[in-house]
């Protein structure tokens, strides 16, 4: 999974080797099956994704009960969800992955 970020780093940057290292070992890089919950809706969320290989689902769910999906996550994309307008801070979606790496 490091390969496939560095990949995506030297198509957008001009990092050095060096660099990209120093970034590598500040990053946690995690691997999840498919339907993990990463957010639940009404948590506060405390992390921000990028996705390397997979796809993530965010959704809500309404006041009738009713799943609403709202965006899919692919190959090489940044989430977050981080409400500071909100007093509370709560996030308004779940996040979940519907395809893994495999």
């Known amino acids: 999974m490091e390969e496939i970020l560095k990949k995506y780093m030297n198509r957008f940057t001009t990092l050095s080797e060096e660099e990209q ?12 099956k498919k339907g993990t919950v990463l957010l639940r809706q009404g ?15 965010q959704h809500s769910i309404d006041e009738a009960g009713k799943e ?6 692919t190959e090489e994309q940044a989430i ?10 709560s996030s308004s979606f779940f996040i979940n992955l519907v395809k893994s790496k495999n």
């Open 43 to 57: 948590n506060v969320p405390l992390k921000c994704y990028f996705v390397l290989k997979g796809c993530v689902r």
């Open 21 to 32: 290292q120093m970034i590598l070992r500040e990053l946690q890089i995690e691997e999840y």
């Open 68 to 73: 609403v999906t709202s965006n899919f996550y």
């Open 80 to 89: 977050s969800n981080f409400n500071h307008h909100k007093q509370d801070k």
